[in-house]
Structures are given as C-alpha cells and as structure tokens.
C-alpha cells in the first residue's frame, strides 16, 4: 500500500485530559489534511470504535481515570494492532520506554517539536497500513500452504533454505527427477513466479510471528 492510501484511510486519535493540548494536537494534525478524532479520557476512546480502525492513537500517559499505561494494556488484551504514540513528561520517560518494549510504536516528550510528532505520527500510520497490508497477504499465502502436501511442505522447506534438487533429493532419500515432480507442483499450488517470490512469501509468514 502506498502512503498516499495508507494517508486516505487513517485516523488520528488523540486522548488527553488536557482540553488546550487536544486543540492544539488537533489543529497540528489536521494542518497535514488527516482526519482526528479526539477523546478526554482513556475509556471514552476504548469505548469507542476507534481502536479497530486505521490510523494511530496518541495518548497522554499521565491521564485521571484510566493512564495512557492503562489504556495501552487494554488495547493488547483486544487485540488491537492500532500503533500507540505516547506524549510523556520527562519523569515518565521510563514508563514510555517500557510500554515501547512491550509493543508501543513510540514516545515523544513534552513539549515536543511540532515536526517530530508529524514525523512519529506518519511513521505509525505506514507501520499501521503495512499490518494491514500483511494480514491480508498472510490469509493467501496460508491457505495456499495448507493445500500442500507434506512431501511438498518438505520440498519447500528444502527449496528457501538454499537446497539444490540434488541436496533435497539427498536428504529425503528421493530421486531427483521426483523432488523435481513435486517442487513443480509446490511451485504451483503456491502461485510462486520465481524463486524469490516463494522466498518473499516465506518471509511475510515468519514476519508474521512478531509483526502482528
């Protein structure tokens, strides 16, 4: 997905209690023409629809209520892949640090360089648009996997480790000319064009283990 795509769809949410932040937050994002959206408190946003739809969340991480940590937790306990940016004073540096650690897209210190936040907020964005991106590839490329045959899974496991025909056929004690078979035949139920496209799908699905 391009920028200009992954720009179109998104929201920006921001939550803070401070009314002359939000505005000013708001009147910042809009003025590079994206949609916001913005909440006073943690549970207004995560009782909102918010949390499942494109885009990024900025949150204070010092909130009433509900704290910017808080709302983070609650977002991983549903499963929501919306990128967080926390704002944090200098003493909370530390908590910033750990909830990025635990899955948070970033941080940015109070008061933050308008152009900074820009930078972080379009980052996320991209980040956010590119799971998408990825979640829909994983689909087709799973099922396509699960139609495999496990002589084949075994082929294709052979083939992105660097295998040669003749190295397979070695190692599973076949012919070449049957690794030959079967690898025609993985390469087609995979759609593969090329060694580097099987490669390229390989790679989305062990991306898959930490990106989502």
């Known amino acids: 997905m391009d920028d200009s795509t992954a720009k179109s769809n998104a929201t920006v949410c921001i939550v803070d209690d401070d009314t002359a932040v939000r505005e000013s937050l708001e009147w910042l994002i809009e003025s590079i ?12 946003f995560l009782d909102s629809d918010s949390p499942f739809e494109p885009g990024c969340v900025i949150l204070d991480i ?4 509900l ?12 499963s929501s892949s919306l990128p967080v940016i926390f704002l944090t004073g200098h003493g909370d ?14 941080f940015v210190e109070k008061p933050f360089n308008d152009q900074l936040l820009l ?13 998408a991106s990825l979640r829909g590839e994983l689909g087709v ?6 139609n495999l045959t496990s002589r084949e899974k075994q082929v294709l496991d052979g083939v992105v480790s660097g295998g ?30 090329s060694l580097a496209h099987l ?3 390989v790679t989305i699905l062990d991306k898959s283990e930490t990106s989502i």
Do not use: C, W, Y
Not at 33 to 44: A, I, Y
Not at 62 to 65: C, F
Not at 119 to 131: E, L, P
Not at 164 to 190: P, Y
């Open 33 to 44: 023409d994206l949609p916001v959206k913005t909440f006073s408190n943690g549970m207004e």
């Open 62 to 65: 010092r909130m009433p209520g």
């Open 67 to 78: 704290s910017g940590i808080d709302v983070f937790e609650e977002l991983k306990s549903r």
């Open 93 to 106: 540096v530390h908590l910033a640090v750990r909830a990025m650690k635990a899955g948070a897209f970033d």
């Open 119 to 131: 930078d972080v907020v379009q980052k996320a964005i991209k980040d956010d648009a590119d799971t």
């Open 141 to 146: 490329i799973n099922e396509r996997l699960n």
């Open 164 to 193: 040669s025909n003749k190295l397979i056929a070695g190692d599973l004690k076949l012919s070449e000319k049957t690794i030959e078979f079967h690898r025609s035949k993985m390469m087609e139920k995979m759609a593969a064009e």
């Open 199 to 201: 490669i390229q799908m």
